[in-house]
């Protein structure tokens, strides 16, 4: 029998912000100059949380998951060729 682990996602909206004004429109971490890629690439390239909130000390944890929802929710939307 599988088991589905249900998740609580942070609501990704109440972290993530994107202003033309601020990093060329990039959607960054509200009330820092840090955009999600960047939170996203550090995780990508095997970074920890900790590692990460070390690196750039105004993130929170809420923030990191928020990022992750945040590029969830744009995988959903946006399908891009595979190839298989």
Same mark, same amino acid.
């Given at each position: 029998?599988?088991? @589905?682990?249900?998740?609580? *996602? ?10 033309? +004004?601020?990093?060329?429109?990039? /959607? ?7 955009? @999600? *890629? ?6 990508? +390239? ?9 690196? !750039? ?6 923030? #990191?998951?928020? +990022?992750?929802? !945040? /590029?969830?929710?744009? +995988?959903?939307?946006?399908? #891009?060729?595979?190839?298989?």
């Amino acid at each position: 029998m599988e088991v @589905v682990k249900t998740l609580k *996602s942070v609501d990704w909206r109440a972290y993530i912000v994107s202003d033309p +004004a601020i990093c060329h429109g990039q /959607a960054c971490i509200k009330g820092t100059r840090i955009p @999600v *890629s960047v939170i996203l690439d550090n995780l990508a +390239a095997g970074l920890s949380e900790a590692e990460i909130l070390q690196s !750039y000390p105004t993130l929170t944890p809420e923030a #990191i998951r928020a +990022a992750l929802a !945040y /590029a969830a929710e744009l +995988a959903r939307e946006q399908l #891009i060729p595979l190839k298989g």
